[in-house]
């Protein structure tokens, strides 16, 4: 997996999106935790949701603020925590359109219902770590055979 998440990288490094082109997706994590401590710049999130082709209010509700905190913080720099989980929200959309092929089947699976987020779409646990932690898992389980 680890190969084909370099090969997808190195097409679209939605790390390197997120951060500007501060970082990319095999970047030393020290240099990432600098990063976030000083905080990613809002812009790269508009960039990120427009390259998986996701609304801002989507992409904002996944990294924890809104579209209006966004919007009205286009030209700072994001908080430690927001700066954070925007990077992982990137992290897991490599993961996952790595398994499902493409960005319009990694959507469509986050937003359809599943037994193991009972019954609701993925979607709706992106915005944690302990739910992007279990979409990563669901995506382990498909890619091993198991499909509950």
Known sequence: MAKSQSKFSNNTDLISIMSCK??????NPLIE????????????????????????????????????KLSQNKTKLLSSQVSEQALEVARISIVGIDYFGNIENWSA?????????????????LNSIRGRELIRNVIKQLQYGFIA
């Not at 501060?22 to 970047?27: I, T």
């Open 33 to 68: 935790v600098k990063l976030v401590k000083h905080g990613i710049k809002a812009s790269g999130v508009y960039a990120f949701a427009s390259a998986i082709n996701w609304d801002i209010a989507t992409v904002a509700k996944a990294i924890g603020t809104t579209a209006t």
């Open 109 to 125: 699976w986050l937003n359809t219902a599943h037994i193991q987020f009972n019954g609701k779409a993925p979607v709706t646990v």
């Open 22 to 27: 501060e970082l990319a997706f095999d970047s």
